[in-house]
């Protein structure tokens, strides 16, 4: 089964794992997960059993986390995520109307995939950046912050290069 992880990916997650007391391998659930997603750009079952297998837990026990927390993708997307803050505290500082003009110049709605293959669209809750909305999350590490209709514009070229 840990032939579906990369030597690579193992030996990140092993990393991983020395953070932690031998006997909560568990532990390093999250970044296991992060770390697989990196190698294969979304968490097939099969990936999620690969970790469940290396970190030793029931794979039932991975699935509850990829499933809870919106930055694993349990299907295949787009060559980017954007993940647009629309918590009440953006939504109120112009996240609503960044998403709709960004669902309008993709030619999507949240959960889905531009035509081009380039952009998947999500909906994200709280970024932790309140005061500089509207914020986005690129590609799960890269926060976008005062993104006026300009801004996400040249955001949206970028990716497309």
């Known amino acids: 089964m840990t ?17 932690y007391p031998p006997d909560q391998r568990q532990s390093a659930v ?17 990936v999620m059993e690969a970790v469940a ?19 694993y993708d ?3 997307g787009g ?16 996240g609503v109307e960044a998403a709709e003009h960004l669902k309008r110049r993709l030619g999507i709605g ?18 932790g950046a309140c005061g500089d909305a509207p914020v986005m999350l690129v590609d799960n590490k890269r926060v976008c912050s005062f993104m006026s209709h300009d801004r996400l514009d040249a955001l949206v070229e970028e990716l497309k290069k």
């Open 3 to 19: 032939a579906r992880l990369s030597p690579a990916s193992l030996a990140r997650i092993e990393r991983e794992l020395a953070k």
């Open 30 to 46: 999250m970044s296991a997960l992060a770390i697989a997603q990196d190698e294969h750009g979304w968490l097939s079952d099969e």
């Open 53 to 71: 297998q290396v970190l030793g837990m029931p794979p039932v026990a991975v699935y509850e986390v990829a499933t809870f927390y919106n930055m």
């Open 74 to 76: 349990l299907k295949p």
């Open 79 to 94: 060559r980017h995520k954007v993940t647009v803050c629309t918590n009440l505290p953006c939504a109120l500082s112009g």
């Open 110 to 127: 949240f959960g889905e995939t531009s035509a081009d293959g380039c952009v998947t669209l999500k909906e994200g809750e709280c970024l």
